[in-house]
């Protein structure tokens, strides 16, 4: 397996991007190497030889999804600032609720759960880790000289709070129309 010191070869590189879409499609919980390696065009002993075992390959498909969240925020970001807490919340919604994100978010609502359930697996500390991430990035949003203040880290937490259970609700019940309603009342609140 590639480490932080080398470039991963041209195949680690296919094979992970095909195993991603594989774990996008079927999700993580009943994940085998040769049902994977047999969808993805290799066998078991090359996904092994590759990424060490399987946690090492969970852990690098892990990565990779973080890879696709990161690039959004990083998008956002980068793009001139939302002028406020609610703009941002807005965009957020609008990139989350989207269909065509759905496999992705739900795989990281896998990985967020047995993050919690399972401390130590090869998602060992996916959840702290996003939460840091996604509260890190409201804060820009907020006035510089107001972040650190309680009321400041209360309102980026509730609307990350809002966001995650908009996302858990969207992702279980499909009915978008009723969780963007939510999210726009929490905007709208943020506005006041």
């Given at each position: 397996m590639a480490d932080a010191s080398t470039t991963p070869s041209a195949r680690e590189t296919e094979l992970l991007e095909a195993a991603y879409r594989y774990v996008l499609e079927h999700g993580l919980a009943d994940l085998s190497l040769r049902p994977l390696a047999t969808a993805i065009g290799s066998s078991p002993r090359v996904l092994m030889f590759l990424f060490g075992n399987k946690e090492g390959l969970v852990r690098a498909l892990l990565a990779?999804?973080?890879?696709?969240?990161?690039?959004f925020l990083g998008e956002l970001a980068d793009h001139p600032a939302p002028p406020d807490l609610a703009a941002a919340v807005d965009q957020l919604w609008r990139w989350l609720s989207a269909p065509d994100h759905q496999p992705l978010l739900r795989l990281w609502t896998e990985a967020y759960a047995r993050s919690l359930v399972d401390p130590q697996g090869p998602w060992s500390g996916f959840a702290r880790t996003t939460v840091d991430e996604w509260l890190t990035l409201l804060a820009t949003f907020q006035p510089p000289g107001e972040r650190d203040t309680p009321d400041d880290t209360a309102a980026r937490s509730l609307a990350l709070a809002v966001l995650r259970g908009a996302l858990l609700d969207l992702l279980a019940t499909g009915d978008e129309p009723r969780t963007t309603a939510a999210v726009r009342h929490h905007v709208r609140s943020l506005r006041n």
């Amino acid at each position: 397996m590639a480490d932080a010191s080398t470039t991963p070869s041209a195949r680690e590189t296919e094979l992970l991007e095909a195993a991603y879409r594989y774990v996008l499609e079927h999700g993580l919980a009943d994940l085998s190497l040769r049902p994977l390696a047999t969808a993805i065009g290799s066998s078991p002993r090359v996904l092994m030889f590759l990424f060490g075992n399987k946690e090492g390959l969970v852990r690098a498909l892990l990565a990779r999804a973080r890879a696709d969240e990161l690039a959004f925020l990083g998008e956002l970001a980068d793009h001139p600032a939302p002028p406020d807490l609610a703009a941002a919340v807005d965009q957020l919604w609008r990139w989350l609720s989207a269909p065509d994100h759905q496999p992705l978010l739900r795989l990281w609502t896998e990985a967020y759960a047995r993050s919690l359930v399972d401390p130590q697996g090869p998602w060992s500390g996916f959840a702290r880790t996003t939460v840091d991430e996604w509260l890190t990035l409201l804060a820009t949003f907020q006035p510089p000289g107001e972040r650190d203040t309680p009321d400041d880290t209360a309102a980026r937490s509730l609307a990350l709070a809002v966001l995650r259970g908009a996302l858990l609700d969207l992702l279980a019940t499909g009915d978008e129309p009723r969780t963007t309603a939510a999210v726009r009342h929490h905007v709208r609140s943020l506005r006041n």
